[in-house]
T-cell receptor, first 112, second 114 residues
Framework: DAKTTQPTSMDCAEGRAANLPCNHSTISGNEYVYWYRQIHSQGPQYIIHGLKNNETNEMASLIITEDRKSSTLILPHATLRDTAVYYCIVRVRLGRDDKIIFGKGTRLHILP | NAGVTQTPKFRILKIGQSMTLQCTQDMNHNYMYWYRQDPGMGLKLIYYSVGAGITDKGEVPNGYNVSRSTTEDFPLRLELAAPSQTSVYFC?????????????FGSGTRLTVV
């Protein structure tokens, strides 16, 4: 699986857009980009995923560069409840090798 | 719809004791996973299973065993507990397919070995 690089921590003011970057320069053509977050000590929560097109859902938007070597998760109007560790993961959705390996993630602090 | 259910939520073990962490899902997912998370660290994959009767080792399998006799259940067995196994254990499930929204995680089992 391709590895990802994320900043260790980031701050964002409440009400502003939080933009979380992720580098995955060795991503393969059949690997998807997934984002999860973990609030305090809860189980990780799925946010969004994409292959090569930009994606949007009720939680966030995912922007993937044309060469697919990096992506950005956007939380459009961050609230205090968005304070969490955010994990960017690349995943091959293929048979017996379908597993997610978590990195260290980005600790996002939403400031009041 | 309960999703992924883990029991117990908390447990204290003495060194050398054994226990089984239970995980069950009611979403008919084929894929199930066990992760551990040490304090302040990320998640490490222990074992995973792509279907009943099939299990594979993850990143940190030593000291653990798993079985998958049914689609719903994926218990994690600790034999001869050691202080290094003090951690929070998360079970997750997933299903390949068009409507795959990623993994669904349980709420975790917090284990302390003393």
């Amino acid at each position: 699986d391709a590895k990802t690089t994320q900043p260790t921590s980031m701050d964002c003011a409440e009400g502003r857009a939080a933009n979380l970057p992720c580098n995955h320069s060795t991503i393969s053509g059949n690997e998807y980009v997934y984002w999860y977050r973990q609030i305090h000590s809860q189980g990780p929560q799925y946010i969004i995923h994409g292959l090569k097109n930009n994606e949007t859902n009720e939680m966030a938007s995912l922007i993937i560069t044309e060469d697919r070597k990096s992506s950005t998760l956007i939380l459009p109007h961050a609230t205090l409840r968005d304070t969490a560790v955010y994990y960017c993961i690349v995943r091959v959705r293929l048979g017996r090798d379908d597993k997610i390996i978590f990195g260290k993630g980005t600790r996002l602090h939403i400031l009041p | 719809n309960a999703g992924v259910t883990q029991t117990p939520k908390f447990r204290i073990l003495k060194i050398g004791q054994s226990m089984t962490l239970q995980c069950t899902q009611d979403m008919n997912h084929n894929y199930m996973y066990w992760y551990r998370q040490d304090p302040g660290m990320g998640l490490k994959l222990i074992y995973y299973s792509v279907g009943a009767g099939i299990t594979d080792k993850g990143e940190v399998p030593n000291g653990y065993n798993v079985s998958r006799s049914t689609t719903e259940d994926f218990p994690l067995r600790l034999e001869l507990a050691a202080p290094s196994q003090t951690s929070v254990y998360f079970c997750a499930s997933s299903s390949l397919g068009v409507s795959n929204y990623g993994y669904t995680f349980g709420s975790g089992t917090r284990l302390t070995v003393v």
